[in-house]
């Protein structure tokens, strides 16, 4: 039986190992390691989610390349129900260089995402008592057919979450992203999309709303409580991917029945100990 259900963005990631920033007229850096993994919020939420003992299935796209087995044979070994449609277009690549202060520059070729809409996901697979969504910014044809999905979603009485992603730069319309919200149940937010989609919280009022805080916490908003957690200092080896782990360890504990404050401290001390590791 599925628990949870995760539809968005797949893609390979292919990251440095954490380094000091770039000096001033220093192009190159030499270092020990690069890893190749899969990649995407709703493939790395899945991952987690799944190492976290749960049943979970993942819908998105690949291509017919060399990428698009990787994920599918990393998936299969890690356990994650995995139904991913192929389609006549490259896997997307993430280029990750990471620094040992916990930021991170990315470059994305959105490939196979940037193709998968409505006509690709088959509802009946939509299953198990929660739907999350990741990759809203990046999902260009699917974004625009989600307020019908989610309609069709919360027709069959599931929790609908959303992390939308909006760190690509992407043009970012708020009515459209309204439209959205309506349906969803769980938001998740870092402090700089919180900050672009308004300056308070009355649209999300009733339901439950994180706001993630890197080195400093979170914050919870639900049913007009507000709870804060603070932050854990470590060693930052792996940042690309941390939230997506936050997200997977906040729904794990909120599906068991765990109130806001346990939520939100597991979700940070799984993302603390994710990036200590590469």
Same mark, same amino acid.
């Given at each position: ?67 698009? =087995?990787? @994920? +599918?044979? %990393?998936? &299969?070994? /890690?356990?994650? #129900?995995?139904? !991913? ?65 989610? =309609?069709? @979603? +919360?027709? %069959?009485? &599931?929790? /609908?979450?959303? #992390?939308?992603? !909006? ?65 854990? =200092? ?45």
């Amino acid at each position: 039986m599925i628990n949870v259900t995760s539809i968005g963005d797949v893609n390979v990631d292919i990251l440095s190992e954490a380094v000091e920033k770039f000096e001033e007229n220093n192009e190159q850096k030499i270092v020990e390691q690069i890893k190749l993994k899969v990649g995407g919020g709703a493939a790395n939420f899945a991952c987690w989610l799944r190492k976290l003992g749960m049943k979970v299935r993942l819908i998105g796209a690949v291509g017919n390349d060399m990428f698009g =087995e990787f @994920i +599918k044979e %990393e998936l &299969k070994k /890690i356990g994650v #129900d995995a139904r !991913l449609v192929t389609l006549k277009e490259r896997t997307g690549i993430t280029i990750g260089i990471q620094f040992k202060d916990g930021s991170k520059r990315l470059v994305t070729f959105r490939g196979t995402n940037r193709l998968l809409s409505f006509q690709h996901i088959n509802i009946s697979e939509i299953d198990g008592d929660i739907v999350y969504f990741s990759g809203y910014n990046l999902l260009e044809n699917l974004r625009k057919e989600l307020p019908k999905l989610f =309609e069709k @979603i +919360k027709r %069959e009485g &599931k929790i /609908i979450s959303l #992390d939308p992603d !909006l760190k690509a730069g992407i043009t970012f319309e708020k009515s459209e992203f309204f439209e959205v919200a309506k349906y969803v149940d769980i938001m998740f937010l870092n402090e700089k999309e919180a900050r672009l989609i308004s300056n308070n919280f009355k649209w999300f009022k009733g339901r439950t709303l994180v706001i993630k805080r890197g080195r400093k916490g979170a914050i919870g908003i639900e049913n007009g409580e507000r709870v804060e957690v603070s932050g854990k =200092e470590v060693e930052v080896k792996n940042p690309t991917g941390a939230g997506d782990v936050f997200n997977a360890a906040f729904i794990h504990h909120y599906y068991y029945g765990y109130e806001l404050r346990e939520c939100l401290e597991f979700a940070n001390s799984e993302a603390a100990e994710y990036i200590q590791n590469f």
